[in-house]
């Protein structure tokens, strides 16, 4: 699946003629902006995935809708740790697609969409 | 391709010899046909993408045991060690012995194991990732780490210990059966460094040099049945009649007419105890998934079917704040317990391979029936509890939605916890593999449901000065319907764990003394709680003492539940490889941690296991 990003990683490389070229490459502009675009793109992905499992925890603000007052709070107790819990889970998700496929490597902009399966 | 040694011993190398079609349980030895797609590819081990010349590449390969050789010199576990470079408190191979006899004739049977690479192999079918593959080449069951996301089911099912969940790292790892050196035509690391010849391999059902025995079976070892391991042992020096585990787990092993070793229960201590501090496991977020769930589930069909057998009071119509408090408050209760769920795996970020197996795995079928209840029970909340959002809509529509969501969450519901049962139906974990798992999950669906949903009306019905007591008969008639659920299936439990095997005796012996007193509370609760569930559904209960009175006996009903579950994932014991006295013994383990020996990292022991 990730076979196209799969370039050589900066650890893999033994030569230091070869990783000075690789590390001239990985810190130009276009290869920081390129890493900021999959790093953005790996958030969305993992974040709606995360959205797509547990929606309904999302829809205890609603309760306020049609809840008095008294039992608003019940739901916000509910609601923040469960939020709080998922955004962690879901942040070592991205912390580990980015450490497994983007970092120490040069990424093609044309690859990024491989990040989405 | 695996770099050898200048010099290696003939020794290391595999023998190719002639072997047999088909092997001790009827399976061809052959792994594929000859003009199957599956051969001629690499193993791409460490992404070579060479293929290797053993003219035996699939074929069925296996270790053997001669345990009249074996000295425990631990040297397979230590090459095991260095070639995975695994951490102090992970073995992928480990020597445990049985002894038995009365000095001067005392006998030691040491038991080297790692994974049998089974025909029929349960760590495959139970894992949910699909993290396993049982590789046409060598008919090895490799595991991929980078997929496992885990939850140690495998270590649940698998009879002999063999995959090993890494608290550390969060994943389970195992024995591979060194394929990169099969590639090259050597053997396995352990077997290549075994001093005493103990250990051979290659095709199975051929008779290594030396060897006269090709059994399936030793003292100590598990039933072949359940996965039929690609193991054969020797063993023909005589052994005494009952040979003893030197680990702390409380079973030995009989001879019987037929020569056979059977386990039994070894009955090392009668005093009963509470053990309460050993009721906390590691399992603890599961008690908490499952009875939630349970509870969840419970107090939706309540909701939803009540009004349909003419139980008007608990529609929506009849208490719209009450109705949409309580249908909120399943989703957010709902949503702490697969949270909590999802933290007890290793790497909680991979929780969404847990559907990648549903052909297979009990796990991936039971997420599924949750999260499918957890969908509908979304849509039919916001559909019910908040009818002025869909005014929009035609009124046939939402009809037909609501009449959706409603039975299709009822039904998922059910069905949700037919298949978290069935995750427990483990041959390898005898005391669970019994249908009062089922009748247990009902049975707490049904009190713990009812018991919520007549507290809630209860205080409601009280503080605005309505009578109460129509509901709590009726509900508290449901709650001792499910309690007698389980105490029917509780009852039929313990004579099949009196009856079976070793390890279910076992379970048993344990239950009725190292828990004996917990026990006997869990039974005092469940005797207690149906009694008054019965009573308070006969005469009733008024004004606020009967408020308190039926907190009190849903206070009992609940901590009944916690302490029962808690009992279920205490006392099972799995029909494992012996241990040794210290490595693999749980005794010690225990003890290692209590006093900090743990810390140090040689003893092999994690300080922390969650």
Redo the contacts between chains.
Sequence with gaps: MYQEIHSKKLSEIDNDFERGVFLASYNSLKQRRNRFFAGSLLSIKHGVRGILFSWPLYLLPLASLALPDQFKILFVVLLLPGIYVSSIILKRGVKEDYQNLINERLIKLKHLRHLCL | MFEQRPKEQAYAYIADVDHPTINKYGKNIETVPDDSELRGKSLNINNDSMIGDNPNRYKQHGFYFSADKCIACHACEAACSEKNDLPSHIAFRSVGYVEGGSYPSYTRLNISMACNHCDDPVCLKGCPTRAYTKFAEYGAVLQDPDICFGCGYCTWVCPYNAPQLDHQQGHVEKCNMCVDRLEVGLKPACVSACLAGALDFGIVETTPENRTQLETQIPGFPNPEITHPNIRFQQTSSLPKEMKRTDTIPIRYERDENDQFKSKVDKKSHQKKWSFKKLSTRENPLIIFTLISQLVIGVFLILYLSPKFGLSIFSANAN??LW??FL??L??????A??LS??HLG??????RAFNNLRYSPVSREVAGI?VF??F??IY??LT??P??FRWMPEIITSILISVTGWGAAFSGVIALYFMHSIYRIPARPYWNHWYVLTSFYGNMITLGSVLVASVYVIYQATQGQPFNQILSILSLFAAFGVMLEIFGLYWHVQYLKTHNGESAASHHEQTTTYGKSYLLRNLGLGISVILLLAVSLYGLHESFGVFVWLVISSIAFLTAILSRSIFYALVIPTTMPGAFFWKNPGFEEHARETRLAERTEAGVLTNIH
């Design positions: 719209p704040v949409t408090l909120f408050s989703i957010g209760t709902q949503t702490f697969l949270v999802t933290m790497k909680p970020h991979r929780f969404y999260a957890y969908n029970l979304g909340t916001v509890g908040l002025s959002l």
